[in-house]
């Protein structure tokens, strides 16, 4: 184990052409951190948290390198849900869809990280699981539009709406990143 994993095997290893190097996680900007502090909403559906899917989709955003910096189960409020879906309200599946999420307890997350919200709405896949290609969390887990196991926000606007309409601001935790200090990413 320690020949293959040597230090003469890590340069070969991290230079590989199946293994982005910090540069390509990350945005350019002007001054300050060369990327964007960017957070999204992930909220693991009750058929996920009935699946016992909960620990792989934690693990799919950790081994991406984002950030968790909030999380907590909950039986979703009504009052949330008409929030958080008030753009499906006139559509015919709207009544299905509440009964759907308040069928059992949700696990809500706040990731944080460079472009986290497309980079999290690649990862979950197509909303019709059907076209949700594999390897993505949809497209591994489900097999229904209706009983989809994730969501994740769609824009970053969206993104701030609904971590504020799902979290208070004192759940959110501000821990230091090591990882990020010690050079996985750039400072
Ligand atoms: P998204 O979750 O991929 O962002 P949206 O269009 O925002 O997709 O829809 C929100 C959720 O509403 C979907 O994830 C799914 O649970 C449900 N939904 C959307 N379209 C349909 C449908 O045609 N039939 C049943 N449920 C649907
Ligand atoms: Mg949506």
Redesign the pocket.
Same mark, same amino acid.
């Given at each position: 184990m320690g020949g293959l994993l040597g230090r003469a095997a890590l340069p070969g290893l991290l230079s590989g052409p199946r293994v982005p190097g910090p540069r390509l996680l990350v945005r350019p900007s002007s001054g300050g951190s060369s990327w964007t502090r960017e957070r999204t909403l992930v909220a693991v *559906?009750p058929d996920g948290v009935q699946r016992r899917l909960v620990g792989d989709v934690i693990q799919r955003f950790e081994r991406r390198g984002f950030k968790l910096v909030g999380m907590k189960m909950l039986q979703a409020p009504e009052r949330v849900l008409a929030e958080h !879906?008030h #753009? +499906?309200q006139r *559509?015919p599946?709207y009544p299905? +869809?509440i009964s !759907?999420m308040t069928s059992g307890p949700v696990v809500a997350m706040v990731w944080e990280g460079p472009n986290v919200v497309g980079s999290s709405r690649a990862m %979950?896949g197509h909303?019709d699981s059907a076209e949700a290609a594999p390897g993505t969390i949809r497209g591994d887990f489900s097999i229904h %539009?209706?009983r989809?196991i994730i969501?994740a926000s #769609?824009s970053v606007e969206g993104a701030q709406r609904e971590i504020q309409l799902w979290f208070q601001s004192s759940e959110l935790v501000d821990w230091a990143d090591e990882v990020h200090q010690s050079g996985i990413y750039p400072p």
């Open positions: *559906k !879906y #753009d +499906l *559509k599946f299905a +869809l !759907y %979950i909303t %539009i209706s989809n969501h #769609d």
